[in-house]
């Protein structure tokens, strides 16, 4: 098999092969205690506190760099941003990102629970190269262990708790995916005071240590390594034809009224104990007039990869986070050298930084479940973060510490709202079937950003240091600007992505660039002329296009859904 042949399988099959005794001994979560599909959201949330701690990067920079170079020669004990440690968490987040694109499709083949373990096990080895290149004064060693190991095992462990959620939940997909996610805001919030109080408390600026900075990778590598294992074991998918409320693993947004052909799980009496409400597992009859099902809506992974739909949705994606990727990996330093506040403020500001981060991932999401979409949440967290984005350099020139405030935690909670809403707004256009791939593939997006951006953000950063010298609070004004032109453009992006399931799936024209809705009327744009297509018209070609698939059912009719490759 060559190498293109290869990737092409990867991102095609997905197939999760279980026997009969291993999802006999799922139905337990340890022997006598039924599992239940609730016990997943504190394992997933004990998982992405510990991922989260990524977050609180920030504050190592300054430690690290005065490890291993010094204080700086002009200051004496002063703290120096040479901005060379800040481009470690810049490497790790791109190498979070491309290794759950990588390794997405092998998630869904080999289940959650052997991705945790190992993306524990890397981030465990992570922190340890790290912590010997601090001792041995090597930065390159440090970008090796925390950019390169332990940023994989980011990467693995991020999406492994994410996939069997939206699977176990397609009844809430926002709240399982806010569930899912809200720990790696959570991580921030502690994981800044534990550094500096294992590092010491002024250490960057008078070099005065407690347990110094490779001792607190070593403890806090360890301490993550057992909760991160602990918690796998419960990680698990469901049984093979598992459904809640008509709605699998295969359900995308408007397909619920096609039903279920497949078995359907019902719950055992202990589960029905734990939650009455669940009581709803049970077949859906299909009509008689109408054999399709959900299943007939569900694209393929590589189909769904390659769709126009998710193209934007990476887009939009990429857009929303960027600003606030960027600015959460300066928090700190820009709270002490512009704002000119003290090392436990700036400790301080991460930590509430990373709890907006983590009520964006988990209340926007809730949100979204009621309301029952998730684009125009998008739309509202992108024009929030342009007005903010807008004002924050005046803040910072003006010393305006109060709006400071207000930008940074308004941001960061849009950023996290961002995370929060995508596996469901994923599972909701593609079906939860291959959510673990089309989420680690997205997340490819956040990697770019923080490669090509952080690069830029950090060479316009000292760039405008030198020019601007001995003047420092105008130095991130430029910076603050050119990310202005992401969230513009992800406003316009996001109108665009197609919600309807007319507008995903009714077959395009010949010619056709993209379409859209004016009045309830769609609006295809073919060799870039607009035409109105008529009610009767699209009427006629849904129905033409449901009778084609009238086939596909007749042949997936007996199938057990879950297992059944497509």
Not at 226 to 250: C, E, N
Not at 290 to 311: P, Q, W
Not at 327 to 348: H, R
Not at 427 to 451: C, E, K, P, Y
Request: charged share 15%; aromatic share 12%.
């Amino acid at each position: 098999m060559g190498l293109l042949q290869a990737a092409k399988w990867h991102y095609s099959s997905t197939h999760y092969e279980r026997s009969p005794a291993q999802i006999k001994s799922e139905e337990r979560l340890v022997p006598g205690v039924p599992f239940n599909r609730y016990f997943l959201m504190p394992a997933a949330v004990l998982i992405q506190v510990c991922c989260g701690s990524l977050y609180a990067w920030s504050g190592f920079n300054l430690p690290i760099e005065r490890a291993i170079y010094g204080p700086d020669l002009s200051a004496k004990k002063v703290a120096i941003d040479r901005g060379l440690a800040s481009n470690v968490f810049f490497v790790a987040v791109a190498v979070f990102g491309c290794t759950a694109a990588l390794l997405g499709p092998w998630l869904e083949r080999n289940g959650p629970r052997k991705g945790a373990m190992i993306g524990s096990t890397l981030f465990f080895i992570g922190n340890l190269v790290t912590a010997l290149g601090v001792h041995v004064q090597s930065l390159a060693l440090v970008f090796v262990g925390y950019g390169g190991i332990a940023g994989a095992g980011l990467g693995i462990s991020y999406i492994s708790p994410v996939s069997p959620l939206q699977k176990w939940f397609p009844d809430l997909r926002g709240l399982a995916a806010g569930l899912a996610v809200c720990g790696f805001g959570a991580g921030s919030i502690f994981s800044p005071f534990t550094q500096k109080a294992l590092i010491g408390p002024d250490y960057a600026n008078t070099g005065e240590e407690n347990l110094g900075v490779p001792k607190t990778f070593i403890i806090l590598g360890a301490c993550y390594f057992v909760v991160m294992m602990a918690a796998s074991l419960v990680l698990r998918m469901p049984p093979p034809g598992y459904a809640v409320k008509g709605m699998d693993i295969h359900t995308v947004k408007g397909a619920e009224s096609f039903g279920i052909v497949a078995p359907t799980k019902t719950l055992s009496d202990s589960d029905a104990a734990l939650d009455k409400s669940e009581s709803h597992h049970t077949v859906v009859a299909v009509p008689d007039h109408d054999r399709l099902t959900a299943a007939n809506f569900s694209l393929r992974l590589h189909e769904a990869l390659a769709s126009r739909e998710y193209i934007l949705m990476y887009l939009m994606f990429l857009c929303n986070e960027a600003t606030g990727l960027l600015i959460i990996s300066k928090i700190q330093s820009i709270t002490q050298n512009q704002m000119g506040q003290t090392a436990d403020t700036a400790a301080s500001i991460n930590s509430a930084l990373g709890g907006c981060n983590l009520a964006g991932r988990l209340l926007i999401p809730t949100l979204s479940d009621f309301l029952g979409r998730r684009k125009p949440l998008f739309f509202v967290s992108l024009c929030a973060q342009t007005l903010f984005l807008a004002l924050l350099p005046g803040a910072i020139d003006n010393q305006q510490y109060g709006l400071f405030l207000t930008c940074a935690f308004i941001i960061a909670f849009f950023y996290g709202a961002g995370f929060g809403l995508i596996p469901a707004f994923l599972s909701d256009q593609f079906g939860s079937r291959n959510v673990g791939a089309t989420h680690g593939v997205i997340l490819t997006g956040w990697a770019a950003v923080s490669v090509c951006g952080g690069l830029v953000f950090n060479a316009v950063y000292k760039s405008e240091v030198t020019r601007l010298a001995p003047v420092i609070t105008q130095t991130y004004d430029l910076n603050f600007r050119w990310l202005l032109a992401f969230t513009s453009f992800g406003i316009t992006v996001t109108l665009l992505v197609p919600t309807g399931l007319r507008d995903r799936r009714l077959p395009r024209k010949s010619g056709e660039w993209f379409r859209f809705r004016f009045f309830a009327r769609l609006v295809r744009v073919i060799n870039g002329v607009p035409r109105v297509t008529s009610k009767a018209d699209e009427d006629a070609e849904w129905s033409e296009y449901l009778a084609r698939l009238q086939p596909a059912t007749q042949a997936a009719e007996g199938n057990e859904i879950y297992g059944a490759a497509r």
